[in-house]
């Protein structure tokens, strides 16, 4: 087994020239260390002289390297050109890694015009395929993880604000949505798609007592310590977003968003093969009764081995976990999702949450009554700009709005504590309050509104006995 990781470049050379040897090149020559001058590898494809057409010499640069970007592609290109062949030529790059998006562009710009020369490009994808057909174990823990696609996210700003209102669309007092997203931000989580067959027959004397034969796709979370599969909420977002797909280069990403992240596959390919079969070979695994011909019965655990478990596909591929943040008064909030293919799932709303005392609309259950729902209310606050719980929401005594309980200024009146924007507030109040009749004054409190109620209504009915 080849180790490409631990290759120098000029090792990775060599290692080339021995795969081309095994494919349909003669005269494969490895350049001399220091004349790189865009070819590190040059041979003759003999397909062509099998066929009676011209040997095409073909002119390879060997790059070891995680990505591949277009000056790399430009350079092979003039090297191909200056290269003395009295013949046709092609150019050929081959790396452990992967190609940027414009060095693609520029190879297929290259090869298909009918006056320049074709040009292949072998990525570390590619490489690992080919060492499939040839009698070389290429192993390259890069080569496993190359992916250079995500699910598509929104590559506009409208479409992520949007999501910010629709998040805040259940907190009271916050109708006119004027606020824009402060800060927006994606990492690219990576995942697998895989797609399994287990395909099983348990036999006895007695002839089969068990089958399994089942095709599955499982959704794995690349980032986890350990090979895991997702939770089943975020699979089955990722089964119905996975189609629309994006380069991971793409530039729409970079008007879009402020930040850009991406984690890393934690584990190779061959561990997520290994992980997913001795996992389905757990998840099928039973113990199965039955009478053999001596009419005793038996017990026989049915667990399908690694010949019965086929990962036919195994398809890597980049999940944008988007933030959205916005600023409110003197708070800060953020939304996180996973957005994409036009869909989204929430995973953490700070809108859904009151900020003294963590209390979020979503406790209240699946199961709510409109009243519990509306215990677990939030409410804005647009003195300060903090979204509140009933608990912590009271209405201002002045102007009749809601105010939280962090910002509001309190005063004494009737003997009951009223809430006001600022100071400024209060006084207005106080001043209003000095002025008040006294059946007026004593409506601030409610309390003694009633206990007043009561009292007159004993001294009515005591009045009425007396009578
Ligand atoms: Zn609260
Ligand atoms: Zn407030």
């Known amino acids: 087994m080849t180790l490409l990781d631990e290759l120098s470049g000029f090792e990775f050379e060599e290692v080339m020239v021995e795969v081309f040897r095994h494919q349909s090149y003669s005269d494969v020559e490895q350049a001399e260390l220091i004349a790189d001058e865009g070819r590190d590898v040059t041979m003759v494809d003999d397909r062509d002289v099998a066929a009676g057409e011209e040997p095409t010499a073909v002119v390879v640069e060997c790059k070891h390297t995680d990505v591949v970007s277009r000056p790399v592609v430009q350079k092979t290109h003039s090297a191909v050109h200056t290269y003395d062949y009295d013949g046709p030529i092609r150019a050929m790059i081959a790396t452990t890694g992967r190609f940027t998006a414009p060095a693609r562009e520029y190879a297929e710009h290259v090869a298909v015009d009918p006056d320049d020369v074709d040009f292949e490009l072998l990525d570390g994808a590619a490489l690992r395929e080919l060492s499939e057909e040839i009698p070389i174990d290429l192993y390259n823990g890069k080569i496993e993880i190359v992916c250079d696609e995500a699910i598509a996210p929104p590559t506009d700003r409208e479409t992520l604000e949007g999501y910010l209102e629709a998040a805040a669309a259940d907190v009271h007092n916050l109708d006119e949505w004027t606020v824009g997203a402060t800060l927006t931000a994606v990492r690219f989580e990576p995942v697998l798609v895989a797609e399994t067959v287990v395909d099983a027959n348990f036999e006895t004397d007695v002839g089969v007592i068990h089958e399994v ?255």
């Open 213 to 467: 034969e089942e095709c599955e796709r499982s959704i794995l979370d690349g980032h986890a310590v350990e090979p895991a599969r997702h939770s089943d909420s975020v699979a089955e977002f990722v089964e119905t977003a996975e189609p629309s797909r994006i380069a991971l280069d793409d530039h729409a990403l970079d008007g879009t968003f402020d930040r850009t992240d991406i984690e890393r596959f934690e584990h190779d390919e061959r561990s997520y093969r290994e992980w997913l079969v001795a996992d389905l070979a757990d998840r099928h695994e039973t113990t199965v009764s039955y009478t053999g011909d001596n009419g005793i019965e038996y017990e026989r655990t049915c667990r399908p081995g690694d010949a019965d478990v086929d990962v036919e596909t195994l398809d890597p591929v980049y999940l944008p976990h988007v933030a959205v943040a916005t600023s409110l008064g003197e708070y800060e909030y953020e939304l996180e999702l996973y957005a994409a293919g036009g869909k989204m799932l929430v995973r953490d709303a700070e809108f859904e949450r009151c900020v003294h005392c963590e209390a979020g609309r979503k406790d209240a259950g699946p199961g709510a009554s409109v009243d519990q729902r509306e215990a677990r209310s939030l409410t804005y606050c647009a003195n300060c700009g903090a979204i509140a719980c009933p608990d912590h929401t009271e209405t201002e005594r002045l102007v009749g709005e809601p105010v939280c309980t962090g910002c509001a200024v309190t005063g004494r009146f009737a003997g009951a504590t009223r809430y006001f924007y600022d100071v400024t507030n209060r006084e207005t109040f106080a001043d209003a309050y000095a002025e008040m009749p006294l059946h007026r004054k004593v409506r601030e409190n409610e309390a003694l509104v009633a206990v007043l109620a009561l009292v007159t209504f004993l001294l009515c009915v005591s009045a009425i006995g007396i009578l």
